[in-house]
């Protein structure tokens, strides 16, 4: 048996592995958001609510109060959000399209 054959895996076993790896990731950067979350909230005394829904359909929340509390704020507000962003708005700032992405979703 050479030394490749040994390190073989199959493709069900790397499923497994590429699928642990990735619930690494999301638990590391999940908890990595949440400090930039508590950081911002510190420094820019602002209130911060974030929800995480995993790929296996598990919710997660965060929030600088009470999740509830941050919901009855927003919903009482009887308005849209000021902003709004998605992936595709992060990936043109990222392609150096900002100017343009501040002009669509700040509404005055």
Not at 22 to 39: E, I, N, Y
Not at 51 to 66: A, D, P, V
Not at 78 to 102: A, C
Request: hydrophobic share 35%; proline share 1%; with cysteine.
């Amino acid at each position: 048996m050479s030394e490749l054959a040994r390190y073989t895996l199959s493709l069900s076993h790397m499923n497994i592995l590429i699928d642990i790896i990735k619930q690494v990731t999301f638990s590391k950067r999940k908890f990595g958001l949440m400090k930039k979350a508590f950081d911002m909230s510190r420094t820019c005394e602002c209130d911060i609510g974030i929800f995480f829904i995993s790929r296996n359909n598990k919710l997660y929340q965060y929030s600088t109060k009470g999740m509830d509390e941050l919901w009855m704020k927003y919903l009482s507000t009887n308005r849209h959000p000021d902003e709004s962003y998605t992936n595709k708005d992060v990936e043109k700032v990222r392609q150096g399209q900002l100017k343009e992405i501040i002009k669509s979703h700040i509404h005055w």
